[in-house]
């Protein structure tokens, strides 16, 4: 049986970049993202990705691509990618419904998604023997930064989900796997982050190599690639330079975020 991964958050970044590798292992893979004409180019010439429409952040768009599935047959993987932070303001400065659409993203969207994917990967683990479930959450769900508590929070939320679903699944052949990517360099993030401003977001990722989305899409591809009583419960990845959220090596010497 191809294995099928549902990929979310996969019309730019990591999210493209994963669905790219799952399918050159052979996986059947799901590449679902808001942005259709996104997911069009990351399909291209790639015949075992499959582009659907999706919004996390509505139930019924969560609701219909999982019915679609469910018809299609097997699920093995959900790869919960969808997410993103807005601004680098400190609290007293701090956007309200920036950090609401921040937790509906990030929080909520991964939780409509594995509720609702939960039964199809339970009846793909009793053929098969094994499922998974990956949350892409950041090393923001592992310490604060000045100016981060809008993502920090979100990010947190998501890695305790991750973990209480670990514990709630004990027993069953049902893998929860977190993925936890210090500074990358996508097209997106930072650009999404500083709301558009080009500059701000390249200053982030001045002076030293940060990591870049084809690093995070193999360390997903390794995780779910472990043999079937492997898992990888938490996998943190920084790039070299950067010791912390707030500390990273530029140009050979240490700077603050």
């Not at 958050?9 to 970049?17: N, Q, T, V, Y």
């Not at 499959?50 to 609701?63: F, G, K």
């Not at 939320?157 to 796997?177: D, N, S, Y």
């Amino acid at each position: 049986m191809t294995r099928r991964a549902l990929v979310t958050g996969a019309s730019s970044g990591i999210g493209a970049a994963t669905a790219r590798r799952l399918a050159e292992e052979g996986w059947q893979v799901i590449a679902a993202a808001r942005r259709l004409d996104r997911l069009a180019e990351v399909a291209a010439g790639h015949r075992l990705i499959a582009a659907r429409e999706l919004d996390v952040t509505d139930q019924a768009s969560v609701d219909e691509l999982v019915g679609e599935i469910a018809l299609a047959g097997n699920l093995d993987a959900v790869v919960n990618i969808a997410g993103g932070a807005l601004g680098l303001d400190r609290i007293e400065d701090a956007d309200v419904d920036g950090w609401a659409q921040m937790y509906d993203v990030n929080v909520l969207g991964a939780l409509r998604v594995t509720k609702a994917t939960l039964p199809l990967l339970r009846a793909t683990a009793e053929l098969t023997g094994g499922a998974d479930v990956v949350f892409l959450t950041s090393t923001a769900a592992l310490a604060p930064y000045e100016g981060g508590a809008g993502y920090v929070g979100p990010k947190h939320a998501e890695r305790q989900m991750a973990t209480t679903l670990r514990w709630e699944l004990a027993g069953e052949p049902i893998r929860v796997i977190q993925i936890a990517p210090g500074a990358v360099d996508t097209e997106e993030f930072s650009l999404n982050r500083f709301g558009g401003d080009a500059a701000r977001a390249a200053a982030v990722y001045a002076g030293y190599e940060p990591l870049h989305a084809d690093d995070i899409a193999d360390a997903i591809v390794w995780t779910l690639t472990r043999p079937g009583h492997v898992n990888i419960d938490e996998l943190v990845i920084r790039p070299r330079a950067q010791v912390s959220n707030w500390k990273i090596a530029k140009g050979g010497g240490p700077s603050a975020k």
